[in-house]
């Protein structure tokens, strides 16, 4: 008996480690695949284009290139984070890594997050998608004109940026600054430095990207529901889903604040390491890639049928279908010829940020920097795409081929792509380099005799000889849009040239002749010009960003916001007596803007 049991009892013990050796080499396994596929990933970054025979880059020498402190990746596989890690430093002064449980600010991918609490709500019958948003409105409504006569402004509208409202961007206020209420913002008031919100296109004609639509949706949620917006969305998304390391709160609670990532803009911390945004629901989300991919998960699930802890399949299915434009629904980017993935990307003063996933399929990332450029964002992308075989994502390689000098020199010359845009073409050592209005110097590589890729952007250069080499045109196709521009001679400048020349005067009176002729323009597009300029000033190219700021007061004289950017970027400069010339158009404008009247007073005294 006493050898019986010894028998039976060894049998038993390796009946019980035998599996259990198993999992843990299976474990080993997935470990080592998931390291291996990191390591392809980090060694994999892609630039828009591929080319055959062309290697991939290395993230910390990209992280170098583009002066960003600090990344965070997360990745989805098979409805599951497969993996998560952080790279580089939170603050370049301090020096601290970034890892997974770093907390960035996720702008504008709050929409997404806020959209999917309005749909929950209208899940429940509390809010309804096509009636007039006015009717939830109690503090503050949407102020009627005559492109509302026909059409009120819907949630639908407002969720798909189908409204026709004005202000597109975000403003933060550094500490110490007083923040406005949602009111303030929506009305344009008082320490709001925006312009008031109002509709300046018919609401459901057409995509008009509007942060200050997204606005409006908070709140009517939070008038719904009378209570604050960090607690709803709380209750709604985060405490459903788990994202405990993430809040709409601001300030930052203190509790998050050592976790808290330091933005950084042209190679620098923003002062007091980053900046405030009131409009929670559009840009004031704190998060790390983890939670977000929790929440790009739940989605994923939900529109699969295996989830519900927000919206039935049904509701998901109506916020991911195209809303009026093909390449948006209810909070969400629509991405792919069959819109199979969603995303939302944003950026807020020293950040960036992007949430892409497959619908159905259960793969997708989502990418977090404590920097304003996306360049990096999408190399990140396109090697998780690349490694793990993402469907209808990256592009069909290219081969490039040689092309006699004589026949790129026929190519050289300037050509006219739009009213302010001008491409240059030149030939240098057996190569063809472009120059777009505004941008730097870069080469295009054959793929024909006549036709160019560049590396760096999605976009082609088709060159078709005319009767004469004076009437050669170029093709230029980037995704779906063609442009022909023909060539043009040294005597033709476009707006952008002159100003750049120190012609700010003939350069004022041609932008104004284009909104002259078609005021809807996207050339003098307010936030256009601004961007513009933002450009120029981090190229230190303080003068022209300044005339660009000008243009865009004499474009819109009526922009309290016009003049503030220009008075800002005036004392930036040590131009007080023109940063004080503003304030005093802004007061001409509104008497009462307190802003403006304590700057004014504090200028003036320490003149």
Known sequence: ????????????????????????FAQDQEQLSAKTRIENIENGLLPPVLVKGDSG??????MKAYGVPGVSVAVIDDFKIAWAKGYGVKDITTNEPVDENTMFQAASISKSLNATAIMRKVQEGMLSLDEDVNEYLHSWKIPDNDFT?????????????????????HHGYSFGETIPTIQQILRGEFPAVNDPVTVTLEPGKTFNYSGGGTIISQLALMELENMPYPQIMEELILDPLEMTSSTFAQPLPGLFTERAATGHCNNQPVEGRFLIYPDLAAAGLWSTPGDLAKFAIEHQLSLSGKSNKILSQAMEEKMMAPYISDDYGLGFGLYGEKGNYFEHSGGNRGFASILFAHKTDGYGAVIMINSDTFDLIHEILRA?????????????????????RERLTRYEGRYLINDDNVLKVREAGGRLYVERTGHELSEIFPISDSAFISKKENRRFIFAAGPDKERDTIEIISNDR???????????MVPYEYLMAGEIDKAIE???????????????????????????????????AIALLIVNTELYPDSEEAFRELA?????????????????????LDPRNKFALEKLKDLKQNK
Request: hydrophobic share 45%.
């Open 1 to 24: 008996m006493k050898v019986r049991y010894n028998i039976c009892f060894m049998t038993a013990i390796t009946s019980v480690f035998i599996p259990l050796a198993g999992l843990a």
């Open 57 to 62: 880059w290395n993230i910390y020498e990209r």
């Open 149 to 169: 006569a026909n059409n009120k402004v819907t949630l639908a509208n407002l969720l798909s940026h189908t409204a026709g409202i004005t202000v597109g961007a």
């Open 384 to 404: 998780v795409a690349n490694e793990y075989k993402w469907k209808d994502y990256l592009p069909e390689p290219y081969e490039i081929v040689s092309v006699a």
């Open 482 to 492: 063609k442009i022909i521009a023909p060539r043009i001679g040294k005597d033709k």
């Open 510 to 544: 041609l932008y104004k002749s284009i909104q002259r002729s078609d005021a809807s323009n996207a050339l003098i597009e307010y936030q256009r010009i601004y961007r513009l300029a933002e450009t120029l000033w981090f190229q230190k190219k303080i003068e022209e």
């Open 568 to 588: 800002e970027a005036c004392l930036m400069a040590d131009k007080k007596e023109l940063a004080i010339q503003s304030y005093e158009k802004i007061l001409a």
